[in-house]
């Protein structure tokens, strides 16, 4: 039986069965039963009789089952719509519903004991169960697995009658921050007349909200606050939160240009800002909010990476001291896929960050898109129950009762380290954006917000009641930040330019902006050749106290028979690179799907111990001082995770943060992050990042999703030195080119095309003394006679291998291969000097595996303008590759044979 279903007369035989088992062994009944007959006992202890004397066992059972209807369905029937009625849910909360009757309103029942209140009528408990579950505030928690979290939240709840209970000071700041909220829109409204601003107009509540946050969380421990949201509100959040100072904001409105001619900026609403600020108690604390991009919701995981790596570095683990704070709009928290991403991460060793608190901006409409339209659920934060995580559910223009949710949040977030939403409903004066005519699609919702008050004036005559303020005092606090606004305007009409401060601060301090000419120079990667050999020993030993499954051992023997040989394979190199910098006191950060492994079995940074499944990582037991090696499986997401490590990678520019794409051909999953972020937060926000992506790549006959990472896509990004794009064909040019990334004095993200096939090549090695004394080589030579050359072949990545088979069968010496292991920025230079070296030559090929129109072709072609370049590739085609092995060796040969007919060995 459904505890939470109403009960009928008839079932009365059967709880009084299961009250009895109960009895004898509680655990004989499911743990929602357990409860219920706890609170049945609550409420009949001390009284003079067994339940089947006096006491009405049925009746009282039947009110200890209103109680519950109240706590798991009064949610239903609150009053926290400002602009529109409730829809309608049956059943309801009626008496009749529980087999109860009017005349039991008047009778004594003890389960009043159950909500706090003591022996009382039916009517006062119905009106108390009311006060707390069905005002401005309604609570979704019943469904929580945890006794202690479920009894913490009715004890938060039925304290006070879940009614705030704030003094004459505190109501007058709540007002006080309503005012700087509703006077700002006001005054933007009427100077920058027809201008996008997203206003918070109908949710100004939010901003003494987040206040209120921002003092309970740092009396509750906080220190740091990460916040992320879109675009409505966000000048208001900036303003009144950060305290942006309004001149710099409205010299944005001005449209000046930027003092930083280096900088492309990004329109006022997507700006980050981070500030230091003491709260009311005396507490320092530093917030910050990250840029993003109007794709809604694509900031989310960012914020939860950037918390987890400070809660890395700076905070020790402790996810108290800093708290990540999101802000969704409706229609994205419901519609957008990413959330669910970002909310499945909460609990996960890998992504969590001590508990999000979610806000729901609510107002009903998703551009012109009604609710109704715009999700199959009941509410836009059903997404929250996923993790059994307390929705709160509260009246916009009810600011009290929105502060006083928020302290419930912030404690329980600090408590149990969860994640809690926000349901905030309210309404949107104007538009999607103040431009835009929100008649033509909710014509009758847009007639009651027009008569609607604001939530300013709405609490004003509230407090002008209740005695705690006058009208003189709500038209002064008006009158002066009026005042404020006209002088800061004055201000931002005399400035000539746009101010960007530098993030080059906290852990950025001591790097710099790189340029283009930059990577011109040589990078000095190289590491001592015995300490090289000491490490690869090392991490190449098992503990002998320590069962590992057989093939790991043979795995970790072969590795040592290398090293010995001195024939390094890709895997060997890949993990000497890792443990070079973690003996450098640099950290590690890798994540992805199946990486501790590799999709393709060759990392094995995690071991399992055969009986215990306990986890060994030779890369954390080098030295004694080194840095930390973190490398965890992802949940099947690209989007969210690689969000995620991109702001991991963003706060902790001293660590080699790798998120590495289960194949290529999946890394588009996660196309916004690339588009939106890595590619251009440097020109958009001044925001770098180091951030390296593992995309396996290479044509091997598996098919159109297991060939292609999509290389031109990531190559038509490219422009003014802001990534940086590699295909290497040796373990050590991948080597130096991982050294590389931390080993410079500035930051770019790198892309690294990973091979499948040379992972275990028998010719794809290399020897201790290139990794040791070698460098990152952007472009590698061919070592023919340079007087025989007649064709010289570029080429990028695994390809080069089957042309040197096909060049050493047929015993050519006419074609030299020339590999582009750099693609981004394309080495210039060193091409130049390549191409007067076989000044014998006849023609230039571009030769790659990839279809004509895709791979590095265009981007190719577009700097080697200058030159005249044939291309040989596969067919120009709608898909990446075929999936019939047999038509897959055909084009290969076709391939080869195109680029080997200028031998002259056939000639």
């Given at each position: 039986m459904d505890k939470h279903s109403y009960l009928s007369n008839g079932d009365l035989n059967a709880i009084e069965d299961?009250?009895?088992?109960?009895?004898?062994?509680?655990?004989?009944?499911?743990?929602?039963?357990?409860?219920?007959?706890?609170?049945?006992?609550?409420?009949?202890?001390?009284?003079?009789?067994?339940y089947s004397g006096d006491l009405n066992f049925d009746k009282e059972f039947k009110v200890l089952n209103l109680i519950d209807g109240y706590r798991s369905r009064g949610h239903l029937f609150t009053k926290t719509n400002p602009v529109r009625e409730r829809r309608k849910y049956i059943p309801t909360l009626e008496i009749e519903n529980f087999g109860l009757e009017e005349k039991d309103l008047k009778t004594v029942f003890q389960a009043g004991k159950e909500v706090g209140i003591g022996p009382a009528t039916l009517e006062d408990i119905i009106a108390h169960l009311k006060l707390v579950y069905c005002e401005s505030i309604g609570v979704e928690y019943m469904y929580i697995r945890i006794p202690k979290v479920v009894d913490w939240i009715k004890s938060k709840l039925h304290e006070n009658s879940n009614h705030p209970s704030f003094s004459a000071d505190q109501k007058k700041h709540i007002l006080d921050k309503l005012n700087e909220a509703v006077i700002f829109e006001s005054f933007m409204h009427t100077k920058f007349v027809g201008q996008k601003r997203f206003s918070l107009e109908g949710a100004e509540s939010l901003i003494p909200a987040l206040d209120t946050l921002v003092e309970t969380a740092a009396d509750n421990g906080a220190e740091e606050f990460v916040f992320g949201m879109a675009h409505r509100g966000r000048l208001n959040v900036l303003?009144?939160?950060?305290?942006?100072?309004?001149?710099?904001i409205f010299t944005e409105f001005e449209g000046k240009d930027y003092e930083d001619k280096m900088y492309?900026?990004?329109?006022?609403?997507?700006?980050?800002?981070?500030?230091?600020?003491?709260?009311?108690?005396?507490?320092?604390?530093?917030?910050?909010?990250?840029?993003?991009?109007?794709?809604?919701?694509?900031?989310?995981?960012?914020?939860?990476?950037?918390?987890?790596?400070?809660?890395?570095?700076?905070?020790?683990?402790?996810?108290?001291?800093?708290?990540?704070?999101?802000?969704?709009?409706?229609a994205s928290i419901a519609g957008q896929g990413v959330v669910y991403e970002v909310v499945q991460m909460a609990q996960l060793e890998g992504y969590k960050t001590g508990g999000t608190i979610h806000i729901v901006i609510n107002n009903q409409v998703g551009f012109t898109t009604n609710y109704l339209d715009a999700r199959s659920s009941t509410y836009c934060t059903d997404v929250g129950k996923v993790t059994l995580s307390p929705i709160f559910h509260v009246n916009g223009d009810d600011p009290e009762a929105l502060s006083h949710v928020m302290r419930i949040a912030v404690e329980y977030r600090q408590k149990f380290q969860k994640d809690v939403f926000i349901d905030l409903l309210c309404y949107r004066k104007y538009g999607h954006n103040e431009g835009d005519e929100p008649r033509f699609t909710q014509p009758l919702l847009y007639k009651k917000i027009a008569r609607h008050p604001n939530p300013k004036k709405i609490y004003s005559e509230r407090l002008i009641e209740e005695g705690v303020i006058t009208a003189e005092f709500a038209k002064d606090i008006e009158r002066k930040l009026k005042n404020k606004l006209d002088g800061e305007l004055d201000l931002a009409k005399a400035n000539d330019t746009q101010k960007i401060g530098s993030h080059l601060n906290g852990s950025w301090k001591g790097l710099r902006q790189g340029t283009v000419a930059d990577f011109e120079k040589e990078v000095d990667t190289k590491v001592d050749l015995k300490k090289l050999q000491k490490i690869a020993k090392t991490i190449n030993e098992l503990p002998s106290d320590k069962k590992f499954f057989k093939k790991i051992e043979k795995v970790f023997n072969d590795r040592r028979t290398m090293i010995a040989e001195d024939r390094l394979d890709w895997g060997t190199a890949e993990t000497l690179a890792y443990a070079t910098l973690l003996t450098e006191n640099h950290s590690i950060r890798f994540s992805g799907q199946d990486v501790e492994r590799g999709t393709f079995s060759h990392r094995h940074a995690i071991l399992k111990i055969e009986d215990s499944e306990e986890e060994y990582s030779p890369l954390n037991f080098i030295q004694k001082k080194q840095g930390r090696f973190q490398i965890y499986n992802s949940l099947l997401s690209e989007y969210g995770v690689l969000g995620f490590d991109y702001g991991y990678a963003m706060a902790s520019p001293n660590d080699l943060v790798v998120w590495e794409a289960q194949f290529g051909d999946f890394s588009n999953g996660a196309q916004i992050i690339f588009d939106q972020f890595i590619s251009c937060a440097e020109e958009k926000w001044k925001r770098m990042s180091g951030i390296v992506l593992m995309l396996p790549h290479g044509y091997e006959g598996q098919g159109a999703e297991h060939s292609s990472a999509r290389m031109e896509r990531y190559l038509q990004l490219c422009a003014e030195g802001n990534m940086q794009m590699v295909n290497c064909t040796t373990p050590a040019n991948l080597f130096h080119v991982l050294r590389r990334q931390l080993k410079r004095d500035f930051r770019k993200p790198l892309v690294i095309f990973t091979p499948k096939k040379l992972l275990r090549y028998p010719t794809c090695i290399s020897t201790m003394d290139e990794l040791a004394n070698g460098t990152f080589k952007e472009i590698i030579d061919d070592e023919l006679p340079v007087k025989s050359v007649e064709t010289i072949a570029f080429c990028s990545g695994k390809i080069y291998y089957d042309l040197l088979e096909k060049r050493n069968e047929i015993g050519d010496k006419s074609i030299a291969l020339v590999r582009m292991e750099q693609l981004y920025p394309l080495p210039s230079t060193q091409l130049e000097k390549i191409i007067k070296k076989y000044k014998g030559a006849k023609r230039l090929l571009w030769v790659q595996e990839e279809p004509k129109n895709m791979g590095a072709w265009s981007h190719i072609l577009r700097h080697f303008s200058d030159f005249d370049l044939e291309v040989i590739a596969r067919p120009s085609s709608g898909v990446t590759a075929t999936g019939s092995p047999e038509r897959h060796l055909e084009r290969q040969n076709n391939l080869l044979e195109d680029v080997f007919k200028y031998s002259v060995v056939n000639a």
């Open positions: 299961l009250y009895n088992l109960y009895k004898k062994d509680p655990d004989s009944v499911d743990y929602g039963w357990q409860k219920f007959f706890e609170g049945f006992e609550l409420a009949t202890k001390n009284y003079e009789t067994d303003a009144h939160i950060f305290n942006k100072n309004y001149s710099d492309e900026g990004d329109v006022k609403y997507h700006l980050g800002f981070s500030t230091d600020r003491k709260t009311k108690s005396g507490k320092n604390v530093h917030l910050s909010i990250a840029a993003n991009p109007s794709h809604l919701e694509a900031v989310d995981p960012v914020v939860e990476g950037v918390v987890r790596a400070k809660v890395d570095h700076k905070y020790d683990n402790d996810y108290s001291k800093i708290v990540p704070v999101l802000i969704h709009g409706d």
